[in-house]
């Protein structure tokens, strides 16, 4: 299987599966003299790991995070220093339930990459789906990391701003209130909170899933990063999004809504402002023109499905043809879209970090 990288100067290699021994990746392209520490990476990680509500797969991993290369320890003894050789990270898997697995074997579950696996490669880890998994993800949360300390200022922020039929109310906005130990949703809306948990709840007890809508943030993101046409910095975006499992939709700044409302509405204004510098009046463009970032926000959203393993029973076929009603065990998310607000983050901060040091690399700034 090919296409396990993504980046061009910034580039991140995955490698692993669901019930193998470890996963990880391998960052090439990070600049020498990057300075993070082990718990910058944690810290992404522990907002990712499962178990940690009864809203969420209840496999206890600890993701604990290892740094195998590319670095050398400040004198200080915790802060690492990249090299410019490529960092490679491992996170071991210690929760697997193969057996779990096992009735499905030579079953194609309904909403899976059961069957394209099958039929492009001729076999499939039926094992939580090997690297079809979202457990793949958490060597991307790893790599994101390290990209948010390329870029000078970049501050990249996540948020669940709608689950099923539910949404937030934008005017309660608070960012802090994301990472409170009351807010098991990433929610930026206290009122939300219990909503979303009898909602879910109900859910969750049908033995049945719901998708979500996530809308990540990036500030601080220089202006000019991006390049006309096949290099476009919501392009890469979008990609890094539309790649992580279960998305099945992007938009942009105000995105499909720009489709439904004038030009003279849509478009964002600019005046001069004290210190010389232009001031726009408005961000629908979610801080991209062109495909080159303004030094606006940037602003993504994406759609993430309901997760497909789920206890109803659902027709299809296996492998030899029967038709057959599957009915997946195992410990699943109630909604898969929770877990994917810190690896939205960190698609997001990869590109533009990779849009970053492309930038530097033609213009010399």
Known sequence: MSHN?????????????????ALGCVVDGCPPGIRFTLKDIQDELDKRKPGQSRFVTQRR????VKVLSGVILDDDGETLISTGTPISMMIENVDQRSKDYGDIARQYRPGHADYTYDVKYGLRDHRGGGRSSARETAARVAAGAIARKIVPGLVVRGALVSMGTRSIDRANWDWDFIGSAENPFFTPDASSVQPFADYLD???KSGSSVGAVIEVVAEGVPAGLGAPIYGKLDQDIASNLMSINAVKGVEIGNGFEAAR??????????RMGNDGQPIF???HAGGILGGISTGQAVIA???VKPTSSILTPRKSIDKDGKEVDVMTK????????IRAVPI??????CAIADHYLRHRGQTGR
């Open 261 to 270: 409302i004038t030009g003279e509405e849509n478009a964002d204004e600019m």
């Open 5 to 21: 990288t993504f980046g061009h100067l910034f580039r991140v290699t995955t490698w692993g599966e669901s019930h193998g021994p």
């Open 344 to 349: 939205g983050e960190a698609m997001v901060a």
């Open 301 to 303: 959203r994406f759609a």
């Open 61 to 64: 991993e600890p993701d604990e």
């Open 330 to 337: 195992g410990r699943h998310d109630p909604c898969v879209g």
């Open 202 to 204: 109900g859910i969750r």
């Open 281 to 283: 009046l408005s961000n």
